[in-house]
């Protein structure tokens, strides 16, 4: 079985992660240095939603930096055993918590029992990115009156996709703040709209002075 880098930060610090193949892209460390320094300040204590979660790299570095809580959603059966894997090689099984769903599936149904969440890492295959969308239409969409929210208040949507293929800076109640390049990855972080978001420059001043990477990123 392949690899899937390393936990970069916090608790489970140098940790190896299982991939569950070629098929998959995890996200690579330089990309999750990147991620992870935009997001620390917003960590401790969020609740973190992991769509098409691959190895669950992602929430896991989210958990092991001090994520109160993470559900990871992925279709595919030896994937999610991967999953379950790294989160117990980590030790980290007790806030992380694996759903074996079709995506879209999961965000029309039981996504807002489990929420809201502040941040939610999006990362379809690269070669489906209608997915992508489809999976921002349903985050970004207004709730009804009444409703429970999907996401919190100033909620961060980070989309991982193929440079070529960018999503829309806005989507619902999405706006894009920023985005980096690596490589053939591009992330795309979203802020929620709402009455308590943060005034953007800080997350621009958290990379302004980071190069960009050059190598492609494997998913």
Avoid: C
């Avoid at 992925?74 to 117990?88: F, K, M, S």
């Avoid at 039981?110 to 990362?123: C, Q």
């Avoid at 209608?130 to 970004?140: D, T």
């Avoid at 709730?143 to 989507?171: C, I, M, N, Y």
Wanted: hydrophobic fraction near 45%; aromatic fraction near 6%.
């Amino acid at each position: 079985m392949s690899e899937a880098g390393r936990v970069i930060s916090g608790s489970a610090r140098g940790t190896r992660l299982l991939a569950p193949g070629a098929v998959t892209r995890p996200l690579a460390d330089r990309v999750k240095q990147t991620l992870f320094a935009i997001l620390e300040p917003d960590l401790v204590g969020a609740r973190v939603l992991d769509l098409f979660a691959g190895s669950g790299a992602g929430g896991i570095e989210a958990l092991s930096r001090g994520a109160a809580r993470a559900i990871f959603v992925e279709r595919d059966a030896p994937a999610a055993r991967v999953i379950g894997e790294n989160l117990a090689r980590t030790h980290l099984s007790e806030r992380g918590h694996v759903v074996r769903a079709d995506a879209l599936a999961y965000l029309a149904g039981r996504a807002v029992a489990d929420g809201p969440f502040s941040l939610v890492l999006v990362d379809p295959p690269y070669a489906e990115p209608q997915l992508l969308e489809s999976a921002l239409v349903r985050l970004g969409a207004a709730q009804d009156p009444g409703s429970a929210p999907l996401l919190a208040e100033a909620a961060w949507v980070v989309a991982k996709h193929f440079w070529r293929t960018p999503p829309p800076a806005s989507v619902g109640l999405l706006a894009s703040a920023r985005t980096r390049r690596f490589g053939e990855t591009t992330l795309t972080f979203y802020r929620r709209a709402g009455p308590r978001v943060r005034d953007v420059k800080r997350l621009a001043a958290a990379t302004a002075d980071e190069p960009a990477a050059q190598s492609e990123e494997a998913r």
